[in-house]
């Protein structure tokens, strides 16, 4: 057996995967074919800012599978983190204090006192229930709970579904979001906290688990593209990359979503077209448009605002220099707003134009300054490719195996892979349950 095992992407789902690796001794490497780490989570500096690629933050920190993964490891403490944790809606009626726990939602605001008790009503089950009950609730929309609710309540959910899923409430499943509400409950070791790197740049979190693998003598090579994993009688051989160079392993881990690699990385004939037909399935579109802006006043001493009510375009407001003063020079205060959108907006140079336009008129409603502080603006549209939560049905089991079937020293983990949350937690998660599968195939090919 070849002493290196190959991950294949230093996204969140890669790195933690080696990282658990290079803990029990194993000799890890892996190969990105971009320059940065972090994957869909990398950062890059703009005018002096630290700009992440869209909006993240650790969901129930201390209670996330990436602190849980860090934790295992013993590196926790390398990662220093900011509370995410002054969190408002913003309604036709003024600011309402997010709520972090069941007694908090007897006092928002945001909806009236019979709409609360009915909110209870409709919680507290979810939240003192089991994750194995909730995965019977995997084929039903949320939407499902929430049709026959008040339309301040409905907003109330929506702005959950953007705290916790990036998304809106008709592709989230009754399942996942019951267990954001389990994982949030306290009275069952859960949290409502949320955290981002004190640092700056949610890649930093790649950077700490890449540096913990370096010091395991494990190897990672940037700008090095994966042409082709090689199998030979349902054995993985090697790996080959872009420039024809090929490395012989017994072990590769595939980090990025499953239904690009079965149709990019093996001969024809190597996966059986059914399966790769059957996870195809899980290959669903999601867009976002969002916009960086930077200040040179601070409009407001809140991290994240949540506009509620059908007539916002702008579904979230994160004052990321609120959060952390690392991502910005001073005297300067970085600020993004986002909305989900159809996949076709995000090709359609005009429509973000508009978006982008109505995102600047509503901020500017909510905070009248907003217009004479601002010094520059970064528009970014783009559609991501992944199936987190993108509709009822396609989480949890439902989604790509860590194994194929036939196939042996072949493994996939990430965020589309058998596993729970949203993004990065769900891609550590996945990890968490993947690596015991890669360490019996170890024991068992020695």
């Not at 944790?85 to 726990?101: L, R």
Request: charged content about 25%; overall charge negative.
């Amino acid at each position: 057996m070849a002493d290196d095992i190959f991950v294949i992407g230093a996204g969140v789902g890669g790195l933690t995967t080696g990282a658990l690796l290079a803990k029990e001794g194993h000799h890890v490497r892996v190969l990105e074919k971009s320059s940065k780490l972090g994957g869909r989570t990398a950062s890059l500096m703009y005018k002096n800012h630290i700009l992440d690629n869209g909006f993240h933050i650790m969901p129930f920190y201390k209670k996330s599978a990436i602190f849980e993964v860090l934790k295992s490891i013993g590196i926790e403490s390398r990662l220093k983190l900011a509370k995410v944790d002054n969190i408002a809606f913003h309604s036709d009626t003024g600011f309402h204090k997010y709520p972090k726990g069941m007694g908090d939602l007897l006092r928002l605001s945001l909806i009236p006192m019979r709409s609360r008790l009915s909110l209870l009503k409709l919680l507290l089950p979810m939240a003192f229930t089991s994750i194995e009950k909730t995965e019977e609730w995997d084929d039903k929309s949320l939407t499902e709970l929430t049709k026959k609710l008040d339309d301040d309540t409905k907003a109330f959910f929506e702005a959950v579904c953007m705290l916790a899923f990036a998304d809106t409430a008709d592709h989230i499943s009754l399942g996942e979001f019951a267990r954001t509400i389990i994982r949030a409950n306290p009275f069952k070791g859960g949290t409502s906290e949320f955290a981002y790197p004190d640092d700056g740049g949610y890649d930093s979190i790649s950077n700490v688990l890449a540096d913990y693998i370096l010091e395991k003598n494990g190897i990672i090579d940037t700008n090095k593209h994966v042409k082709k994993i090689v199998i030979s009688d349902s054995k993985v051989t090697g790996v080959m990359t872009e420039d024809d160079s090929f490395f012989p392993t017994s072990c590769v881990v595939i980090s990025y979503p499953a239904y690009i690699a079965l149709n990019q990385l093996f001969d024809d004939g190597v996966i059986d077209k059914k399966f790769i037909e059957k996870i195809n399935r899980l290959d669903k579109k999601t867009a976002v448009v969002e916009v960086h802006f930077a200040l040179n006043s601070k409009i407001d001493s809140r991290q994240v605002v949540f506009p509620v009510g059908e007539h916002y375009t702008t579904k979230g407001i994160f004052f990321i220099s609120n959060i952390t003063s690392s991502v910005s020079p001073p005297g300067e205060h970085l600020i993004i707003a986002g909305t989900p959108v159809d996949p076709s907006v995000a090709d359609d140079s005009q429509k973000i134009k508009q978006i982008v336009q109505s995102m600047k008129d509503e901020i500017s409603s909510i905070y009248p300054d907003f217009n004479s502080s601002l010094l520059w603006e970064r528009p970014m549209a783009w559609k991501l490719v992944e199936s987190v939560v993108k509709e009822p049905g396609m989480v949890w089991k439902s989604k790509m195996p860590h194994q194929i079937p036939g196939i042996e020293g072949l493994f996939f983990v990430g965020d589309s892979t058998v596993s729970y949350g949203i993004g990065t937690d769900s891609a550590a998660h996945s990890s968490i349950l993947c690596q015991p599968k890669i360490e019996s195939f170890l024991q068992t090919s020695n």
